[in-house]
């Protein structure tokens, strides 16, 4: 007779225990969003809240993400995910119409009479949002590669480049795993490849092996699936792992490196002068019609 061990119950958590990881879930978010799911998961890991593995990410923190969006208890919008967005032209009731809004999201152009380009680059779709906040608001160009970037994707933005002709600092963000820390090399080759006459400076912000050590970042064994693996050493660190506000500031130190206050000051003035003409001539429309 064979002898076969009974399967290993798993103790389901109690009410009580789920609560507590509830509100820990809020306060993670509250203090610190948007934030992606996969960044909540690292916030939970470090705080001692659930354990390091997939299953609490898939059962534990995706599950109760969707039930406090549906319950009310986060708002939507602490959440981020910009892999899913909805493409359509933009239309106008008229004429008065396109003259407000354009009033409205006005923006002068940051770096047009500046000499020299920036653009932030990173790994993974899911995270646009929290750089984006920074990108946005300093008009820099935020380009995610998701993972390795097509031959396509390159060649555009290396003619963009090209075209400007501006010296260009590009800050790259991505996972410290073997092909989080290959993906730059080939983004670096692939840009200056189809910019050759251009001046290009690439500079990897994260995740470096000092801001693993430094912030004391939460590790995942590294995929021995991952044909790079065998030249990488150590374990693998996602770029979630990092809190969305030091992302959004070692993006941010980068961007303003290279303005002074002056200029910022000077360009707030003139955008906001034009701001005011274009709601002016919007007004004149409507009264006119």
Not at 176 to 183: A, E, L, Q, R, T
Request: charged share 30%; proline share 5%.
């Amino acid at each position: 007779m064979t002898y076969r061990p009974s399967p290993i119950k798993r103790s389901r958590r109690t009410r009580a225990e789920i609560d507590v990881i509830r509100d820990a879930i809020y306060s993670v978010l509250a203090e610190d969003y948007p934030m992606t799911v996969r960044q909540v998961f690292y916030r939970l890991v470090s705080r001692g809240s659930i354990a390091k593995t997939e299953a609490e990410y898939k059962q534990t923190v995706c599950r109760l993400l969707t039930e406090m969006r549906r319950d009310g208890s986060i708002p939507w919008g602490w959440i981020t995910d910009f892999t899913r967005t909805m493409r359509k032209p933009r239309t106008f009731s008229g004429l008065e119409h396109a003259v407000q809004a354009t009033a409205e999201h006005y923006r002068r152009a940051l770096w047009y009479d500046l000499d020299i380009r920036v653009e932030v680059w990173l790994e993974k779709d899911a995270l646009a949002g929290v750089l984006y906040q920074e990108t946005s608001r300093y008009d820099v160009p935020l380009m995610v590669t998701r993972g390795y970037p097509s031959l396509s994707f390159l060649h555009g933005a290396g003619e963009e480049i090209e075209e400007d002709g501006k010296p260009t600092f590009i800050y790259y963000f991505g996972d410290h795993d073997p092909s989080g820390v290959d993906i730059p090399r080939k983004v670096e080759a692939g840009l200056r490849e189809f910019a050759p006459t251009t001046e290009i400076h690439f500079e990897r912000v994260a995740v470096t092996p000092e801001q693993i050590e430094r912030l004391g970042l939460p590790t995942r064994p590294t995929k021995a699936t991952d044909s790079r693996s065998r030249t990488f050493d150590g374990e693998s660190v996602e770029v979630d792992a990092i809190l969305p506000r030091t992302l959004r500031a070692l993006c941010r130190r980068c961007i303003e490196g290279h303005l002074t206050e002056n200029v910022l000051r000077a360009h707030r003035a003139a955008e906001e002068s034009e701001r005011q003409l274009l709601t002016e001539w919007a007004a004149s429309i409507g009264g006119a019609a």
